[in-house]
């Protein structure tokens, strides 16, 4: 046998001597455990058994006294029964002598009640019982018997001494009292930490008894057949006199096994800690030899682990340079293989393009089917077109849906159209999703180096350019870029950094554009339009409202022009003018905004105006978009007291159908037919057929860009009801404008 055998049987042996010493020390300790906790469980039986009697002969002393002094008060109330003033007296009586009862009762010898506390919760089979248990005893010489009884309340069962009292008389009745029973839970409740429980039990036989009290707290009355373990665990003592309940106590198991694991998990630590001195004392004795066993083991360690960390560089320069998803090169990838190229372009003769192309409507694709089929849609186009890549061109992801191809060298631009092309043509093939089947295509952005960009930044941004130029010329097509493109996008920033600085300056206003009711000729309205006060000079909406609505600031500028309508009407209400309705516009982005008809109407209630001074236009496009979306906005606003006009109607889609379910009140023919009405015999008809129309759903008409007297006098014919365009007045600032209807009310044309 080798030495370090030896010294590991030995090891072994102490720490068995040991653990067994400790195990003999921990039974030993076990044992005395449970005969001090037997002590005083018993003790607590006692104690409690001790307290309750006294508390009985206490109260069957004063129930006695009772029954003796007011004999002659229970007879005349037996007497009679239905004297209420007798019955108010005793039951102060009864609350004298027992300021805590809970109910009394005074009944014949048959249990039948004669007098019952308005306020008692004892019911007839309770009384009976108490008159049957009662007329057994009456035979012995007892002047009350003591009967426990355990009464539902909400939250469990109350317990409570019914204490039963013959009165003196020649026709024997009975008097009883429940007294509040408070004590009984104390001494219970004093003991559950101590682990074990005090029980109030009555047995119908050796093994079946009935619980009244569980962990010191009654919560239910239950009859169960103990095992015979529990049964020899319960610990009894005589029953209280008179009555069927017994006091025992009975273990809790749980917390004698916890307290026994304790003891036993005391003397493991203790084998434990020894055994830990005891084995590093051998490892102290092994060192040596050990030392010379770790040199072997960390020479081959070493070796592994630089073979692992040459695996986890590779995993890393993958995960750098790589996306996770396709398995194509990334970002960083493109810009260093891109950089490379332009870098010996010039002095290898080559001319590097970057076509830049994302997948149409690729947001619908994740929104509808769900991101799993996106990715699988991803992983598709991949494999499509990285078989068409040339093996000197690098295909990479850029982003999301963005993918780039950079060709190392191209001759000329119909090189790269025709691959393009195929890109096109090979992605229009439809794509399986799982079960799902869909065609999937792609908008296509080239740049060609020098003339769109010397480095890789521009002629990545410059080929995104192309790329959205394609798309907002109708997706699934390629564009090459064009420096008109960069400087359309740099216009945009310029315009967006303008228009950012013109809101903090306050530059937009409304402008008011009378309309006249064509009857009477007076001006009724009109409709508020947004002009931008910029330092050239007053732009209309057409220069910047795309930019406000693409950029989403066309809320808070809305909102600020509103609320300068609302002033300027306030204003005009003041002086003493009526400005009639005031047209507000609403346009797609606005009036598609989910809060916009809740912001509307607490917009006006702020500014103390009315709904009914402002009429909401909504383009007929715009309405045609989502149409259960417009029906609930426009009855929202109809509702709050909003007039309703459906501006430029004659270039949309809608349908009778669909106007007549939409609660509108105007109808505003566009000004496309008033423009050549007074030459146009088919603007006529239609502009005619609009009117009819109209009317037929009793809806307002107003004629929008009227700008001569002919175009108003066939218009008056038509039975147009007003008129707007330059004809009856420019739109104006709001100072002007209000100056404009008091001449107008003043002359009276």
């Not at 508390?55 to 209420?84: K, P, V």
């Not at 239910?220 to 029953?239: A, G, N, P």
């Not at 997706?475 to 740099?490: K, S, V, W």
Request: glycine fraction near 6%; charge should be negative; charged fraction near 25%.
């Amino acid at each position: 046998m080798s030495q370090l055998s030896k010294q590991i049987l030995t090891i072994l042996l102490v720490a068995l001597i040991a653990g067994l010493a400790l195990f003999v020390d921990s039974q030993s300790r076990t044992r005395e455990f449970l005969d001090r906790f037997d002590t005083e469980m018993r003790g607590a039986v006692s104690a409690v058994q001790l307290e309750l009697q006294d508390r009985i002969e206490r109260t069957h002393a004063l129930a006695q006294l009772f029954a003796q002094e007011q004999s002659s008060l229970m007879q005349h109330l037996y007497s009679n029964r239905d004297d209420q003033y007798i019955a108010l007296d005793f039951e102060q009586k009864v609350w004298v002598y027992f300021p805590d009862y809970l109910a009394y009762s005074l009944t014949d010898p048959d249990g039948v009640p004669v007098l019952i506390d308005a306020a008692t919760r004892v019911g007839k089979s309770c009384r009976r019982d108490l008159a049957n248990f009662a007329g057994k005893v009456f035979d012995i010489p007892h002047a009350y018997t003591p009967y426990i009884h355990f009464n539902h309340v909400p939250d469990g069962f109350s317990r409570h001494f019914d204490i039963m009292v013959p009165w003196v008389a020649e026709d024997t009745g009975i008097f009883f009292v429940s007294i509040r029973d408070t004590f009984l839970q104390r001494p219970m409740r004093r003991f559950q930490q101590a682990g074990f429980q005090l029980m109030l039990l009555k047995a119908s036989d050796s093994r079946v008894v009935e619980l009244a009290a569980g962990d010191g707290i009654v919560r239910k009355s239950v009859k169960r057949r103990l095992t015979e373990e529990q049964y020899q665990l319960i610990k009894y003592t005589d029953h209280v006199e008179g009555t069927l309940w017994n006091v025992a106590a009975m273990p809790e198991q749980q917390y004698l096994v916890e307290k026994v694991r304790s003891l036993r998990m005391q003397a493991l630590n203790l084998w434990l800690l020894l055994l830990v001195i005891i084995v590093a004392l051998a490892v102290l004795w092994r060192r040596e030899a050990s030392r010379r066993s770790e040199l072997v083991v960390l020479n081959t360690t070493l070796g592994e682990e630089v073979e692992t960390r040459k695996q986890t560089e590779s995993e890393l320069r993958k995960l750098t340079n790589y996306d996770p998803l396709t398995t194509l090169p990334n970002r960083k990838s493109i810009n260093e293989f891109l950089g490379r190229l332009l870098a010996m372009a010039d002095e290898e003769g080559h001319r590097p393009a970057v076509l830049f192309f994302d997948i149409d409507r690729f947001q619908e694709f994740n929104d509808t089917l769900g991101h799993g089929y996106g990715d699988v849609m991803l992983k598709e186009v991949t494999e499509r077109i990285k078989t068409m890549v040339r093996p000197q061109d690098l295909f990479a992801r850029w982003s999301g849906d963005e993918f780039v191809i950079v060709m190392q060298s191209v001759r000329n631009e119909n090189e790269v159209a025709h691959f393009a092309n195929e890109l096109l043509q090979a992605m229009r093939k439809p794509i399986q999703l799982h079960r799902q089947v869909v065609t999937a295509t792609i908008s296509i952005g080239i740049s060609i180096y020098p003339e769109a960009g010397v480095d890789s930044e521009v002629l990545l941004k410059n080929a995104d350019l192309a790329m959205y130029r394609a798309k907002n010329e109708g997706r699934d097509r390629f564009r090459f870029f064009l420096q008109e493109m960069d400087d359309i996008a740099n216009e945009r920033i310029q315009l967006e950094t303008e228009i950012r600085a013109a809101i903090k300056r306050d530059e937009f206003e409304p402008y008011f554009q009378p309309r006249m009711d064509v009857k009477s000729g007076r001006i009724i309205g009109s409709e508020a339009l947004l002009r931008w006060r910029h330092p050239d000079g007053v732009l209309a909406p057409g220069a910047f409202l795309p930019t406000l609505e693409e950029t989403g600031m066309i809320e808070a500028v809305g909102n600020a022009m509103r609320k300068k309508v609302f002033q300027h009407h306030i204003e005009w209400t003041k002086q003493g003018v009526k400005p009639g309705i005031i047209s507000l516009n609403l346009g797609g982005k606005e009036f598609f905004r989910q809060d916009i008809v809740g912001q509307l109407g607490e917009a006006v209630s702020l500014s103390g105006l009315q709904a009914c001074n402002f009429e909401i236009e909504i383009t007929e496009s715009h309405l045609m978009e989502n149409t259960a979306d417009s029906l609930g906005k426009l009855h929202a606003l109809k509702s709050m007291g909003f007039s309703i006009a459906i501006d430029d109607f004659g270039t949309g889609y809608s349908s009778l159908a669909y106007l007549r379910r939409f609660p509108v009140n105007v109808l505003k023919i566009d000004r496309s037919f008033i423009h050549e009405c007074v030459v146009s015999p088919e603007d006529q008809e239609i502009i005619r057929a609009i009117i009819t129309l109209a009317h037929s759903l009793d809806l307002h008409v107003v004629a929008e860009g009227v700008e001569t007297l002919a175009q108003m006098e066939i218009l008056r014919g038509m039975g147009c009801d007003e008129l707007q365009g330059y004809f009856i007045a420019r739109p104006m600032a709001a100072e002007k404008f209000i100056a404009f209807v008091i001449d107008k009310e003043r002359t009276g044309h």
